[in-house]
């Protein structure tokens, strides 16, 4: 099974500052609400439940293992190599990218542990929010019902992603940072997904992008992934 993914490097930036427009955001509450009764889902447990029968969850639980293998590109510094990424139920993953000049950068989970090795920090336990997020990862990895990785779900106003309306739900997870996840109205599928990633330099706010799904043994899975870190692409 092969994931081509494209993943985008972390750099320092300054912040986006936008002024504030009071005449748009006046209006914008009545064009969500028009949008949003337009929209026949009318909770995040239904957007949830619906968007995993469309990614095939039913043939996602019958797969024990994993192993995705594609290129990788982070354009800001001008660099490209590989990644792969092997998962194995329950909730246990290896990550490993592959980067010219720089070297190998692995993150793994096995249940109980999480740990990182790369040429700048070494090899070194995750501890605290990176171990939480490690094992939240190995947790969206393995096959299984939303509901018990999910503590709470809401459903938020709808907004645009591209040209695509999209049910916005906020997830808050059993372990790990809560995320807002956005899935197309028209076909349900997941097309990004805002989090707080933490690592050795601290939280980093990340936007994912996910497109080009092809359906792989009775699952519909992304095979292009774009990351925006810290505003930076």
Known sequence: MKKTVLW???????PLIVPALPAQAQKAPAKAAARASSLPLKSAAAVLD??????????????SSMVLTGTL???ANGLKGTMVVKTKNPGRFVMV??????GEIR?????????SQDPMNGLRDLKGAE????RDEAERSSAGDWRK??????LLAPRKVGNALCYVVRVTPKVGPPSTQYYDA???LLLRTDTVAVSPNGQLPTETYLSDYRTVDGMKMPFKTRSVVAGTQ
């Open 8 to 14: 985008v490097g972390l750099c320092a930036v300054l």
């Open 50 to 63: 619906a968007s995993a029968k469309v990614v095939g969850a039913a043939a996602a639980a019958k797969v």
């Open 73 to 75: 590109s982070m354009p």
């Open 97 to 102: 990218q592959s980067l010219p000049n720089i």
């Open 107 to 115: 993150v793994g989970y096995d249940g109980k542990v999480g740990w």
């Open 131 to 134: 171990l939480a997020q490690a």
């Open 149 to 154: 990785k999910t503590r709470k779900a809401e």
């Open 186 to 188: 028209k076909s349900l």
